[in-house]
């Protein structure tokens, strides 16, 4: 519920990406891409999957933006292309700056009320006091 | 995490279509929930200072309508409205929440103000339907997995801008 934009990124483009991450999978694909470009064999050997599937996650990764495929020399290698994933986490991160800053202000508010409600208090019991003193003057 | 942490704790299990928030405050559950309910004080809070909040209103009864727009420093307005089901203070409250950009999704909000020691454990529960549940959810495999060095991150970006 973010109200705060969605910079760069059209709508489409962040359902693709978000789409893309909401499988352990790819996740995992891009944590280990994350410490540097792989091959493809390297990319799928931790998986318990066949090298096709692997390569159809590759895909959703590469059309969602968030991998590139390129060759070097007879190697296929994959990595990790970190803007989208920034652009991404901004947009998480805006979420999370909303409320912080929202909460932050509801404590100043929480604060100003609290000393606000200890002045009344202590004015109804001042009062409870006056009304005491008289009642006991009356008797 | 001690209880006077006032860390805001944003939780999204993966495969829900739930978004969890915890926040202690200092002050008791009577406070925290009429400052989170009562429009007159809702305004004083919700959002960034950067938002003006040109709309706040809130029919405090159960079927009740809360409305709430915010305008941005360029025009642009966001709304949101949605429904009290359930208004049982200084406990709990719950209702629909609903982005005005995004209409057609209506997630349910259950507040809890838990007290404990020294104030109150705010607990807000948003449970989204499709899109806003992907979303979501997601965000919770960033916070938690991928994107749990942001310093890397940032270096890897600095890096691409320079290639």
Sequence with gaps: MSPLATPDLTERELDQAFGALSDPTRRAILARLAEGEAGVLEVAAPFPMSQPAVTKHLNVLEDAGLISRHRRARQRLCRLEPVRLKQLSDWVGSYREFWEESFERLDELLEDLQSAHEIDQSKKQKQKQKQNKTKGEAR | ?163
């Design chain 2, 1 to 163: 995490m001690s209880m006077t942490d006032t860390e805001t704790e944003i939780i999204t299990p993966p495969g829900e279509p739930v978004i969890h928030t915890r926040r202690f405050f200092k002050a008791p559950p009577e406070l925290v929930y009429r400052a989170m309910t009562d429009p007159e004080y809702v305004r004083r809070w919700f959002g960034p200072r950067s938002l003006e909040i040109t709309v706040c209103e809130a029919d405090l009864r159960v079927g009740g309508r809360w409305h709430i727009v915010h305008r941005a420093p360029d025009g642009t307005e966001f709304g949101f409205h949605g429904d009290f089901l359930e208004l049982d203070p200084p406990r709990k409250r719950v209702g629909t929440f609903i982005y005005e950009g995004a209409p057609d999704h209506v997630a349910t909000e259950t507040m809890v103000c838990e007290p404990v020691e020294g104030g109150t454990m705010l607990v807000a529960t948003m449970v989204h339907d499709s899109v806003e549940a992907r979303d979501m959810h997601v965000a919770s495999g960033m916070e938690q997995g991928i994107l749990d060095s942001y310093s890397r991150l940032d270096e890897l970006v600095a890096e691409a801008q320079a290639t």
